[in-house]
């Protein structure tokens, strides 16, 4: 079901199912009138007894009992001065209280107390995409696959109400509703990186997440190569192909063109990791929590996601989008420790640890962007288990060989709310990669090895800028989080758009 934003109810003139309040502590100490005076007396009486106290992220579900027309008010407690992620976070929370009472049509009153900082300091438009983002977002979860399945709960419409006269002038509730359509937008990219992320791995093998890439490049009329296993062997992909021949189905380079600014020399080269399932291949994961690999395909979710958006919001920029696709499986035909292969760009590498692929792929996935016009490089992946133990679920390891894109990529990150974290690039940690049989070698200690396994793909980057995202601890999540569901996140999505095509 689509959702519908503005500033009038477009429901038949009904009134909404329930009305959301942000509401700040200042507010709940006073005296002030907030929606009505019954309303108000219940509310303020939960904070006398300390049921709700206005902190960021709680919510109060008030039944309106004929007091006003909508049958339910919902009050989300707000720290103003918090920036667009405190707004993100307790829209999520609004939404989820709206959900537990399947309230499909809300409408938000926007109060100068609650917002009149926020609209003054971010602006406008920033706001309204963040509440956009937050709601929507918070309200996408993974869909089971049951028989007997209930319908993912949707918002039908959101309406807004300012008090006070804020945002009053065409002009502020213009860029209010340029906020809303860059917020649904964004939202519904990462909605998409998500579901792609959660499909099952007898679903999503590299050839059907070759099939969804088609599908999206149909939609929006983008230009878009699917390499089979026979032309990626024409084209000295050694690296996809030895990581894929294990399985039975095999590897997809999968090349997708977006050209937004055709007479600009400047191309992003986003590559994401589609590792569609990962069992380690020879060196075998342990059995506890492999389903869970499903999700090393994230990193590939996540730039068909922004590619999603990017088309979307018709962005100005050039991108190539590559996705190494395979199956990392302990087939008869695996690649082995010990083998040395040759990847796309020449470079040999010795295999120390076949549970060390994501790499291997991701050295052809960057060639092949390099080969097709990128300028700068962007690459995601679920790459390392020791980027969790050095920053657990709280944030996404980076590795760069340019402090400058570095800084765009962390400011970007900062406006997404998705938080980045540089690791160290010291050229000692390369002596730890060196091989006597090959030019490098895909593994080594323990030790610093989140930088060390994105200092390897930055070898193959011949000198462009290049930023490496390991979003091993945050593209997936055992419980849920915010705006981010249990399972799969679409971390990464709404940076990778901040940075290629921010406002």
């Known amino acids: 079901m689509e959702t519908t934003f503005g500033w009038k109810p477009t429901n038949n003139g009904e009134a909404p199912e329930a009305i959301i309040r942000y509401i700040t502590e200042d507010e709940l100490k006073g005296t002030g009138a907030i929606v009505e005076p019954g309303i108000d007396e219940q509310l303020r009486r939960a904070f006398a007894k300390g049921l709700f106290t206005g902190k960021s992220g709680q919510t109060e579900v008030i039944p309106t009992l004929g007091l006003i027309k909508s049958p339910y008010v919902i009050f989300a407690g707000y720290a103003s001065g918090r920036g667009a992620e405190g707004l993100r976070l307790a829209a999520a929370a609004a939404a989820k209280a709206a ?26 438009e920033i706001v309204a995409q963040a509440l956009t983002e937050g709601m929507l977002m918070a309200l996408h979860d993974r869909k089971p696959q049951k028989r007997e399945n209930k319908e993912r709960f949707v918002l039908s419409e959101v309406s807004y109400r300012p008090v006070d006269s804020l945002l009053s002038s065409p002009d502020e509730q213009a860029a209010w509703e340029r906020g809303t ?13 998500r579901d792609l992320t959660n499909l099952p791995g007898n679903d999503l093998t590299p050839e059907r997440l070759a099939f969804h890439a088609e599908e999206l490049a149909s939609e929006y009329d ?6 089979d296993e026979w032309t990626a062997a024409e084209q000295g992909m050694g690296g996809l192909l030895a990581v894929g021949q294990g399985s039975v189905n095999p590897p997809r380079m999968i090349v997708l063109h977006y050209k937004g600014a055709p007479s600009s020399p400047d191309v992003w080269g986003l590559i994401g990791k589609g590792i569609t399932f990962d069992t380690g291949g020879i060196s075998l994961k342990k059995g506890l929590g492999m ?18 958006a990017m088309a979307e919001l018709k962005a100005e920029v050039n991108a190539v989008v590559v996705i190494p696709a395979a199956e990392n499986m302990p087939g008869s035909r695996a690649f082995k420790p010990g083998d040395v292969i040759q990847t796309m760009s020449g470079y040999t590498v010795e295999i120390v640890n076949t549970d060390a692929e994501g790499r291997v792929v991701l050295a052809d996935g960057i060639t092949a962007a390099i080969r097709r016009g990128a ?20 944030a996404t390891g980076a590795v760069t060989n340019n402090d400058a894109l570095m800084t765009d990529v962390l400011r970007a990150s900062e406006r997404a709310g998705e938080r980045i ?14 091989s ?38 945050t593209a997936w999540l055992e419980a849920n989080r915010g705006y981010e569901p249990k399972w799969a996140t679409g971390v990464m999505v709404r940076t990778l758009i901040e940075l290629t095509a921010g406002q």
């Not at 679920?382 to 679920?393: D, H, K, R, S």
Request: proline share 3%.
């Open 436 to 473: 006597d049989a090959a030019d490098l070698k895909n593994g080594g200690s323990r030790y610093a090895a989140a930088s060390k396994a994105g200092m390897f793909i930055g070898h193959f980057t011949e000198g462009l800028p290049w930023v490496h995202l390991d979003i091993g601890g």
């Open 375 to 394: 300028t700068k490089l962007i690459d995601v992946a679920t790459l390392t288990g020791a980027v969790m133990i050095a920053l657990g679920y709280e």
């Open 222 to 227: 983008l230009e878009i190569e699917v390499i």
């Open 421 to 434: 974290w540089q690791l160290p690039a010291y050229p000692e940690f390369m002596k730890d990669l060196r």
């Open 291 to 308: 389903e869970e690999m499903i999700s090393d395909m994230a990193g590939a979710a996540a730039v068909l996601g922004a590619l999603r």
């Open 181 to 193: 359509a860059r917020g649904k937008v964004l939202a519904e990219a990462v909605a998409y990186a």
């Open 99 to 124: 959900r537990g009472v399947r309230a499909a049509h809300i409408e938000l009153l926007l109060s100068p107390a609650a917002f009149g900082a926020e609209l003054q300091g971010a602006g406008v």
